[in-house]
Nanobody, 125 residues
Framework: QVQLVESGGGLVQAGGSLRLSCAASGRTFSSYTMGWFRQAPGKEREFVAAIRGSLGSIAFADFVKGRFTISRDNAKNTVYLQMNRLKPEDTAVYLC??????????????????WGQGTQVTVSS
């Protein structure tokens, strides 16, 4: 069982930046593909970004390309989401997700086995 704990959310003005962190339990973190999703009120959960554990390949949703970056520190069992040039429409609960076994990146919730509780990001206009 893997436990994921997100942190770093908060209130920021449009154009500002936040860095989210997701700390994972377990001894095989480097084998996990880690993803970030978000869910706004009344909307479905949507893919934001993901990073593989082995080769470190990365994928982003089109709406965050050029603004967000994802990285990981396997020594700290942590994945990060750096969010720049934030927009009000980025307001949502951001959730960290994980799947083991060096899986390829998928942009759907069904591709991940473990989820954190989420951290709220609010962007004011």
């Amino acid at each position: 069982q893997v436990q994921l704990v997100e942190s770093g959310g908060g209130l920021v003005q449009a154009g500002g930046s936040l860095r989210l962190s997701c700390a994972a339990s377990g001894r095989t973190f480097s084998s996990y593909t880690m993803g970030w999703f978000r869910q706004a009120p009344g909307k479905e959960r949507e893919f934001v970004a993901a990073i593989r554990g082995s080769l470190g390949s990365i994928a982003f949703a089109d709406f965050v390309k050029g603004r967000f970056t994802i990285s990981r520190d396997n020594a700290k069992n942590t994945v990060y989401l750096q969010m720049n040039r934030l927009k009000p429409e980025d307001t949502a609960v951001y959730l960290c997700a994980a799947v083991g076994g060096y899986r390829a990146i998928v942009a759907v919730t069904q591709g991940y086995d473990y989820w954190g509780q989420g951290t709220q990001v609010t962007v004011s206009s």
